[in-house]
């Protein structure tokens, strides 16, 4: 999402504005089971759904999160501080006691807005169960947008003790304690990698890659529904931009080219630049990752990208 985070470092989303219709999920009781979930170690009570392009509703993965018993429809981040949060409406309809209020601050650190922040008694989404999680309310939508579809987000702090899968193709999820396994190597179709983080963000995901040859971090955000651009990146002057966004080119994360027609600029990634040897300058959204299987193991801050399965060796 775009990166933003309050004074005591819980997570706040923003969605791209752009809305894209996809066709509606098959019915899961028909559908095979995809090979990836016995290849990459799941059981079937690791799986979850989520919803996605669905009409109205941003190209983000949507999940079904259980708040004090009652269904909530949360943007599953994987992008900033990594905590949840609710529109404040939310936090007053469930009376969830306000202990303060935060400040908003953009990626770039200008404080926006101030928003309360909440404790919930109980929240659970798959095998995650937790008890007594901090929430904040969401930032102004005046810059994140109108929140259509879902009512907050469920942040990477939730599940930084798992690897997590997303199949975009089927709208399938699995969250799995179990290690990734040794087998799951690098191929032309698939390529597994290390993360990195800035010290005081265990869990934001920065991958390297290039940008016209040039070596730099971009962020894995699950949040985002566009590709956005850090406008202090030279590139961005060769990118044509039509009336959909920047056509993105000659950006490669390993074997992978990042192709788009949606890119965004964004005003920037000052945040996360914090002791790294590489600036961030990219954070790749849904219109690139949705091609992938996207695999983020939190443990051993591995991410592996799968096109297609790895052909067997002759």
Same mark, same amino acid.
């Given at each position: 999402?775009?990166?933003t985070?309050?004074?005591?470092g ?20 028909t559908?095979?089971?995809? @090979? ?16 996605f392009? @669905? ?26 501080k ?18 303060g209020w ?32 901090e ?7 005046s ?11 469920l ?8 690897r ?11 969250l ?17 990698t ?22 730099i ?9 566009n590709t956005e ?12 931009q039509?009336?959909?966004g ?28 914090r002791g ?39």
């Amino acid at each position: 999402m775009n990166s933003t985070w309050s004074q005591r470092g819980t997570l706040i989303l923003v969605v791209a504005a752009m809305i894209l219709p996809s066709p509606a999920a098959e019915d899961s009781t028909t559908q095979r089971p995809p @090979a990836w979930i016995a290849e990459y170690g799941y059981q079937p009570q690791d799986l979850a759904e989520f919803a996605f392009g @669905a009409p109205g509703v941003p190209e983000v993965p949507i999940v079904t999160v259980t708040i004090q018993g009652s269904p909530f429809p949360l943007v599953l981040d994987t992008g900033t501080k990594g905590y949840a949060a609710l529109d404040s409406d939310v936090i007053a309809r469930l009376q969830l006691p306000v202990k303060g209020w935060d400040t908003w601050l953009d990626s770039s650190g200008k404080p926006v807005a101030r928003i309360p922040r909440a404790t919930v008694p109980s929240l659970q989404f798959g095998p995650i169960h937790l008890t007594g999680a901090e929430v904040t309310g969401m930032g102004p939508e005046s810059i994140m947008g109108k929140r259509i579809g879902y009512v907050g987000t469920l942040g990477w702090w939730s599940f930084r003790d798992y690897r997590i899968t997303l199949d975009y193709a089927n709208r399938r999820i699995a969250l799995s304690r179990s290690p990734l396994p040794p087998q799951l190597q690098s191929c032309a179709t698939r390529y597994v990698t290390r993360f990195v983080s800035p010290s005081d963000l265990d869990g934001l995901i920065l991958v390297e890659g290039t940008v016209s040859g040039k070596p730099i971090y971009l962020e894995v955000d699950t949040g985002k529904s566009n590709t956005e651009l850090d406008p202090k990146i030279q590139a961005i002057r060769e990118f044509k931009q039509e009336s959909q966004g920047y056509v993105i080119d000659g950006i490669t994360v390993g074997p992978f080219v990042v192709q788009s027609r949606f890119g965004r600029m964004f005003g920037g990634f000052e945040g996360f630049n914090r002791g790294l040897d590489k600036p961030v300058y990219v954070g790749l959204g849904s219109d690139f990752l949705k091609n992938f299987l996207l695999t983020i193991d939190y443990p051993s801050h591995r991410v592996v990208f799968e096109q297609k399965p790895c052909e067997p060796s002759p």
